[in-house]
């Protein structure tokens, strides 16, 4: 293909309805068909990035292989495409008002007075096409944040009708999610929020070319017919989303939907194959159809919020259909969590991870929940702070140093078992100055870590400022907490695991990250292997 052509998704009526997994689907069917395709998200809030945000307030904070923070959107994007994302797949207003700051800085408008149109959607439309213009991309999706007539959605709204005036016929289209509510004293679903939507989409000079319907109900061919007339859309253009027991039955549904057929045609290309999605369905089977069931304990203390830990979820969905097993993951708040609520809250469990976070807040219910898997040979998982935490309960608990703690918690600690990085230890600025993205390790040979990944070099991804203090590596290895992965350039303990345990391990890293439903990650595999072997015990 000799030009990249572009797909924008938008929203109306209401937030979170979905659209990363419609663009994800979409791009799957795509890709499914031979295209090789991206997604990229544009988000409208000022931040620079989400690595300065609270988990309640946005979800998880995703990382890329080249230390990107970034939308928890770029999760789905990978674990359904198995293509790495990067920088460039997410952009924010901050990080365009910051770009454009700089510019003006440095003299490059020459003068000029620096307005929203042309430079902070020039800005943007530049941005847009970074991907497309790589030559590695046939089809580029752009994810549009926001609600349509949001005010901070503006500077988006009027970058894509720009653009895809700009890339000409068949070069760009717009696909507008919606949603249709169904209303119980009425008995019907109402088209009229959708129409509102679509005419204030209209308003900006963008005319939708494909509208996808997010519902409860079953749309009929009247009511698909009164949409697409007075949404001046194709009535084969609207595109009904019903809701799915599980996000991985999208595809399937906008496959039956035709959405890929009529994106493609919109796009003037060849639809060339039908999907080959065998490996897809052959992974929703087993989702579907488990042979075991176990229960895993997250622990963690931003449990109130599904979001705040969506990659380890997926995660133990894509382990889950490896092992033909469904995981119920119980969430336990770790601040409610001590030595005396330990065994009722945990007892029964067939694993528990101990989940990433940072600050102070929870972590002595994180050491107690360690302690109980060890003392109690249940399977035990940490991640990042996970990791840490069972450092730290080692040192108190086996060492006996009473006091040891990590210094992010206890500065004046007699035991600094997990210490600031000396790099970081003068530094002002939070954002994007932990240690991101992907680091190599290499893995001890006959340790549970070669087992699981079977082999002795490893790349994973970090978000961290904290680390296992060296100091401590021979004290705590002669006494059974074995580093079994270490970084081979900074030394840096990455991995630590028990060998006398059944499966006990911790990684500084972000496993979680790297699953997808072609590859689920080797560690959740093997832990939920663990999980199911100690319930058959």
Request: with cysteine; net charge negative.
């Amino acid at each position: 293909m000799s030009q990249t052509k572009y797909i924008f998704v938008t929203g109306g009526v209401t937030s979170s309805l979905g659209k990363g997994i419609i663009a994800a689907s979409l791009a799957k069917l795509l890709q499914a068909r031979g295209y090789r395709t991206t997604i990229q998200k544009f988000d409208p809030y000022i931040n620079v990035d989400p690595g300065t945000l609270n988990p309640y307030e946005h979800g998880e904070c995703y990382v890329t292989d080249d230390g990107a923070e970034t939308d928890l959107d770029l999760g789905h994007y990978e674990r359904f495409l198995n293509v790495p994302t990067s920088q460039a797949n997410n952009v924010t207003t901050g990080r365009v008002y910051l770009s454009v700051i700089e510019k003006e800085r440095r003299g490059e408008f020459l003068g000029k007075t620096v307005q929203v149109v042309p430079h902070i959607t020039n800005e943007i439309k530049e941005r847009m096409q970074l991907l497309g213009k790589s030559g590695d991309y046939d089809i580029v999706i752009t994810e549009i944040g926001g609600t349509v007539g949001d005010i901070e959605s503006l500077p988006y709204i009027e970058s894509v009708r720009q653009l895809v005036w700009e890339l000409g016929e068949s070069n760009g289209i717009v696909v507008h999610l919606t949603l249709v509510p169904y209303l119980a004293a009425a008995g019907e679903l109402k088209t009229k929020p959708t129409q509102h939507s679509v005419k204030t989409l209209m308003e900006s000079g963008i005319k939708a070319d494909i509208l996808v319907c997010r519902t409860e109900h079953e749309i009929s061919q009247e009511l698909r017919q009164k949409l697409a007339l007075f949404c001046n859309v194709k009535k084969e253009a609207v595109i009904q989303s019903i809701d799915a027991s599980t996000i991985y039955e999208v595809p399937n549904l906008m496959l039956e939907e035709g959405l890929d057929r009529v994106a493609l045609s919109k796009l003037n290309l060849p639809e060339r194959n039908t999907p080959d999605l065998n490996n897809w369905n052959e992974f929703l089977y087993r989702i579907k159809n488990p042979k075991h069931t176990v229960n895993i304990g997250l622990v963690g203390k931003y449990v109130e919020l599904q979001d705040s830990y969506k990659s380890i979820l997926e995660a133990f969905i894509h382990a889950g259909a490896a092992n033909e097993t469904k995981v119920n993951v119980i969430t336990i708040h770790s601040e409610h969590l001590d030595a005396n609520s330990a065994e009722s809250q945990l007892k029964g469990l067939d694993g528990i991870l101990v989940a990433p976070g940072f600050g102070e807040r929870g972590i002595e219910g994180k050491i107690e929940t360690v302690r109980y898997a060890r003392e109690n040979n249940i399977p035990f998982f940490g991640i990042c702070l996970g990791m840490q935490m069972a450092v730290i309960e080692y040192s108190r608990n086996i060492l006996g140093y009473a006091d040891a703690n990590s210094t992010e918690m206890n500065e004046n600690t007699s035991h600094p078992v997990i210490n600031l990085m000396e790099e970081q230890k003068n530094i002002e600025n939070k954002g994007g100055t932990m240690r991101l993205g992907a680091w190599k390790c290499s893995i001890a040979a006959n340790t549970l870590a070669q087992k699981i990944y079977g082999k002795t070099e490893i790349m994973e991804r970090h978000r961290h400022r904290y680390e296992f203090n060296g100091d401590y590596l021979i004290e705590l290895e002669k006494a059974g907490l074995v580093a079994s992965g270490v970084n081979p350039d900074t030394k840096l303990v990455e991995i630590v695991e028990i060998p006398t345990h059944p499966f006990f391990i911790g990684v500084q890293y972000h496993p979680e990250y790297k699953s997808t439903v072609a590859n689920p990650h080797p560690i959740f595999v093997s832990f939920v292997a663990a999980a199911v072997q100690h319930k058959n015990k």
